[in-house]
């Protein structure tokens, strides 16, 4: 059960109804009338409580687990301990994720501004927003409806807030034009200066920057993420992206609709990325490059060419994965041969 210093718990919720939240099914012989009061790992659950088995690794926790239901492939249906009611779905970790919003939902916000913060009086702040201590807004910002905006965070000069943003505590937005259902994370950089020189033996002249950064809606940005601003065209981030912490995005780049970037990577100016690219942990991908849509770059990997539509890319430089593996096991086998 998650902490009620932190997390408030919703439901119960009978079985029944957590069937039609998620989607699933209910396995035969299950009581759909039967209440659960919260979600819990399969190790931990309890009879009041609902788990789930997506990544077979875990099939060995399932079968000894003591929570009351589960959310299961139906191929996993006839494992289950005796008395765990089942609901049964193709998916089980998308499904678990909805019941896990019904036990936990956002908070709804609760308008509020802090008495220490500093709002233009020319900034735009819609109905329903919460302001928390030390946050500034600058001069013509709009902030749309139901927005919180954290502690310490700046809102500059003419940034546009769409609705139900979250703003984190420490975070600066400049230069940027931001959809609905944004969440930036606690110290996030966005809009500042790109990296952009001309270098020269007289000394490096910097380049003005006089893009700005647009994200479309139902975006994360995840902790210490550093978004730079266009040099002229714009930086995008497509909506529905899902960035994680401490990634860093150069100017100019476009990410299409649904991309996930992973903790530390990078992406250098001017290079996009289509609809759905996946790219692992560390990931270093060089600029003015085009990946396509679908495309999966592997953790750690060096990419320094185009990648094309669905292609899976490892190693560095970055190639095809089938490519990376053969590499892989033909230098472990000369390691081996050598000493």
């Known amino acids: ?34 209440e659960f009061r919260d979600v819990a790992s399969l190790e931990d659950g309890g009879p009041g409580e609902i788990s789930f088995l997506d990544n077979r690794k875990y099939a060995a926790s399932f079968l000894v687990s003591k929570a009351g239901a589960a959310i299961v492939h139906p191929d996993m249906a006839g494992k289950a301990p005796a008395g765990m009611a089942l609901l049964l779905t193709k998916d089980p970790y998308r499904a678990y994720a909805k019941v896990a919003q019904a036990f936990y939902p956002v908070p709804a916000t609760e308008p509020f501004v802090a008495a220490s913060a500093i709002v233009d009086p020319t900034a735009t702040i819609g109905a329903g927003c919460r302001i928390e201590h030390g946050a500034v807004i600058g001069a013509r910002a709009e902030i749309g409806q139901r927005c919180r905006i954290g502690t310490n965070a700046v809102i500059a000069d003419g940034v546009v807030l769409g609705d139900d943003c979250i703003i984190g505590a420490n975070s600066t937005v400049q230069f940027a034009i931001i959809g609905s259902r944004v969440n930036i994370y606690t110290g996030v950089r966005i809009g500042q200066d790109g990296f952009g020189f001309a270098m020269g033996a007289q000394g490096h002249l910097k380049v003005p920057q006089l893009g700005r950064v647009i994200i479309g809606d139902d975006v994360e940005v995840g902790a210490n993420t550093t978004i730079d601003r266009g040099a002229g065209p714009d930086t995008v981030i497509g909506s529905g992206c899902m960035i994680d912490n401490l990634v860093q995005i150069g100017h100019n780049v476009q990410l299409g609709w649904g991309c996930v970037i992973v903790a530390q990577a990078g992406i250098s100016g001017s290079t996009k990325l289509g609809d759905f690219v996946a790219a692992g942990g560390q990931v270093g991908i060089a600029g003015h490059l085009t990946i396509g849509p679908g495309a999966r770059i592997a953790a750690q990997a060096g990419v320094a060419k185009n990648v094309g539509p669905g292609e899976t890319v490892g190693g560095t430089p970055a190639v095809p994965q089938m490519e990376w593996l053969r590499q892989a096991a033909v230098l472990s086998k000369l390691v081996r041969r050598k000493g």
């Open 1 to 34: 059960m998650a902490d009620s210093r932190f997390f408030t718990v919703a439901g119960p919720f009978t079985l029944a109804r957590l069937a039609e939240i998620s989607g699933a099914q209910l396995a035969p012989g299950a009581d759909g009338a039967a």
